[in-house]
Each structure stands twice: as structure tokens, then as C-alpha cells.
Nanobody, 124 residues
Framework: VQLQASGGGSVQAGGSLRISCDASGRNAPNFGGYAIVWARQGPGKEREFVAT???????TYASSVNGRFTLSRDNANRRAYLQMNRLKPEDTAVYFCAAGVNLGSRNLGDYFYWGQGTQVTVSS
């Protein structure tokens, strides 16, 4: 399955943004069976876990985004969304989505299909 993140942009602190992750390719019809993760990589930082949703729509969030970000999925359209509210400058990063066969793991090594990222910039 191929994944493509989109919808990034520049916003001021306190603003909102919704980014999307679209699946395509031979295994895309199995999209509903995959766990989907969002990860981000800020300037000079390692890639870090943000949120995951499993095949039963169970979600897990990093403590830094819990209560501000919401992850959802639309299996019919093979798409996942990350709604980001009350954005902070420290949320500035390239955001990546990935798919894996797990129950919604925080471990990025459990996801095998990674897409190109989308840049999110939050100004103070």
C-alpha cells in the first residue's frame, strides 16, 4: 500500500489544521484492516509518535497532543485524518503517516508502509 500525506501549511499559534493520509496501490482495499499512525519530525529532532488508530477505531495519542489532536479514518475512501487544534509552535514538523498490522502501536518500527510527509509550520 502507498500512502500520501497532504494538507499541511502555515498557521498561527492557537489555530487549527487538518491533514490527510490517502492510501493507494494493490493493498489499498485492505486499508480498513491496517493500523494507521501519524508521526512527526521537527527541525533537528528524531521522528516521534503522535497518534495511532487501529482497525477497530481505537485511538492512542502522545501526551503532548492529547486533548488537542483527533485522529479518525474513512475506510470507504481509504483515508485517515488528523485534526489539529490549539496548535503550538512546538508542533512545527513534517508529519508522516504510515500503516501496519498491529493493534495500534506507539512503536514506529511496527509500521511498514510509510508515505511522504507534509509540512506543518506554527508561528508564534
Amino acid at each position: 500500500v502507498q500512502l500520501q500525506a497532504s494538507g499541511g501549511g502555515s498557521v498561527q499559534a492557537g489555530g487549527s489544521l487538518r491533514i490527510s493520509c490517502d492510501a493507494s496501490g494493490r493493498n489499498a482495499p485492505n486499508f480498513g484492516g491496517y493500523a494507521i499512525v501519524w508521526a512527526r519530525q521537527g527541525p533537528g529532532k528524531e521522528r516521534e509518535f503522535v497518534a495511532t488508530i487501529n482497525a477497530r477505531d481505537g485511538t492512542t495519542y502522545a501526551s503532548s497532543v492529547n486533548g488537542r489532536f483527533t485522529l479518525s479514518r474513512d475506510n470507504a475512501n481509504r483515508r485517515a485524518y488528523l485534526q489539529m487544534n490549539r496548535l503550538k509552535p512546538e508542533d512545527t514538523a513534517v508529519y508522516f503517516c504510515a500503516a501496519g498490522v498491529n493493534l495500534g502501536s506507539r512503536n514506529l518500527g511496527d509500521y511498514f508502509y510509510w508515505g511522504q510527509g507534509t509540512q506543518v509550520t506554527v508561528s508564534s
